[in-house]
């Protein structure tokens, strides 16, 4: 992810807890109060609720019927009450949801999360289904059945969900928590041929994603890559088709580092990089030599193909500590230009063979295609851009380089997803030249004018009522560019601590009433038949603990 906070990739587990505690000692209690169908806060007290929660924990079919029944009719009342948009929100499951092994991580404790999250209003959950788990015995060998049992229980809950296809590396980036490399046998063929994978100017090669410059070789045992990505989408397709367009409602295409369309241009591996530093481009495998050779010699320059700029710095400078990127930097010549169309036309048709593939397979089933744009927003206020340039994305002071992208993607009927969200320039280091807003102010013009739906995430890990007030403010718009979708980040012990929780709850609420009521109040305030309130355990002899682990 973009910027991402060292997430806790923990579940919730369930546990019984004993003993007298003082007052002052707190549980974190899943309760189920009865909801009337109105627009108003149903209040219960505390006796009442873990009474409730003790009664229905091992919840039947019926009572799930009855709780379903309930929250159609607060829908339905809410509707009602609000005649504003509603943005859906999605929350990310945990990057280690499913095992090595392939299978679903703590099953247990994932059913009373999801449990947790339709009650809070929720749509639905996002996860990443890793190339490196799914296809690890060999190729065209899937393993499915882990993401099977998560689909049916998204099923049984009512819940959505928004299926990553994950074709890098899980670890080496901020917010990587674990760590799922790409498949042995493709890391196999990476050992036997370096150069399949995306290298800088001094020859430090990238395991995280396969280069974009080998897209249409045959170097993955006879298959190119972008076959493999193909085979791939087609075997989920075959796997999940009766739940494509009604459970599944969203697949997002990878495309790059995090899943990004984008260079890793920014790793944070062994401390290769850090925040703000401009990045270094990525060109120096010997099939995108061979791609700027060609190129250079199409225009005429034969010198200019002999490797990318020699003074674009190093990872973690400042765009005035180089020649290129400076303020009438070499990025602003006929050289700099030449380099930066081809360096960032690569990236887009990488973008566009793979939604192509996307689009060809998954067209007809109800299911929507996304695809991920990072958040670049260190160095967006200099004219040269820096850090969105070594990242593939030509976007300067004099040119607009995320209007091609939302027409690439428009091509394909495909979802821009972008990052950043939450982030507030004045939040920002001024060292940093940083300006989220006008980011996103930016991207938001960019799918206007495609006339492509904008969908969000969160860059970093927050659950202040300052960053959801400010994903509210952004998902809202009075030139019909607002949010189609927005996807939290991310579900973890934090997430169900009773002062985020209960934010999440409010948020979700606001995000349903097209943020009308942006309010992030004391009390819980949800529309929902479940949520978390911390109670003294004198009101109850045995109650049961979301405790993380």
Known sequence: MTLTLQSSTSFINIKETKGVKTPDDFLG??????????CRL???????????????IMVNPMEVRENEKREKLHELTATHCN?????????????????????????????????????????????????????????????????????????????????????????????????????????????????????DRSGQRNPEYISLGCDQLPVLKGRTPIQVYTDYMRSF????????????????????????????????????????????????????RASLAAAAKAAGKDDWGQGGPHDSGQYNQFPEDTGFFQRDGTWNSEY??????????????????????????????GAK??????????????????????????????????????????????????????????????????SPEGLVRQVKTATRTAEVELAGENALERYDAGAYSQVLATSMSDSGNGLSAFTFLRMNKQLFEPENWR?????????????RNASFPECDSSRTDLYVRFIQESHSKKAIEIAVV
């Not at 209690?29 to 109105?38: A, E, F, G, H, I």
Request: hydrophobic fraction near 35%.
């Open 336 to 365: 700099g230009q030449f380099f930066l169309e081809w360096y960032s036309r690569k990236l887009l048709e990488h973008g566009d063979r793979i939604l192509a593939a996307g689009e060809s397979i998954y067209q007809g089933t």
């Open 369 to 434: 295609l996304s695809g991920k744009v990072a958040g670049i927003h260190w160095h967006y206020n200099t004219r040269s851009h820096a850090a969105e340039l070594t990242a593939g994305y030509y976007n300067t002071r004099h040119r607009d380089g995320y209007l091609p992208i939302a027409r690439m993607l428009a091509k394909h009927r495909v979802v821009l997803n972008f990052t950043c969200m939450e982030m507030r320039d004045g939040e920002q280091p001024q060292s940093a030249n940083c």
């Open 83 to 199: 005649s504003s948009i509603r943005v859906p929100v999605f929350v990310m499951l945990p990057l280690d949801t499913m095992t090595m092994g392939g299978h679903l991580n703590k099953p247990r404790a994932m059913n009373v999360s999801l449990m947790a999250l339709k009650s809070s209003g929720a749509e639905g959950v996002m996860v990443d289904a890793w190339w490196g788990l799914v296809e690890k015995q060999g190729p065209l060998k899937y393993n499915w059945e882990g993401y099977a049992e998560l689909v049916k229980m998204c099923q049984e809950h009512g819940l959505k969900l928004q299926v990553v296809m994950s074709f890098h590396q899980c670890g080496g980036n901020v917010g990587d928590s674990c760590s799922i490399p790409l498949p042995p046998w493709v890391l196999e063929e990476i050992s036997k041929n370096p150069d399949l994978v995306y290298t």
């Open 503 to 515: 934010n999440l709850v409010q948020f979700v609420k606001s995000m349903s009433e097209g943020g």
């Open 237 to 288: 397709r075959e796997r999940f088709n009766d739940y494509l367009g009604n459970v599944i409602v969203e697949i997002q295409v990878g495309m790059g580092p995090c899943g990004e369309l984008r260079y890793p241009a920014y790793p944070e591996s062994n401390g290769t990089w850090r925040f703000p530093g401009i990045g270094e481009f990525q060109c120096y495998d010997k099939y995108m």
């Open 29 to 38: 209690m899943v309760s189920y109060p009865q909801t009337k169908p109105s």
């Open 42 to 56: 149903v209040a219960k007290s505390s006796m009442q609720e873990a009474q409730l929660f003790h009664e229905t």
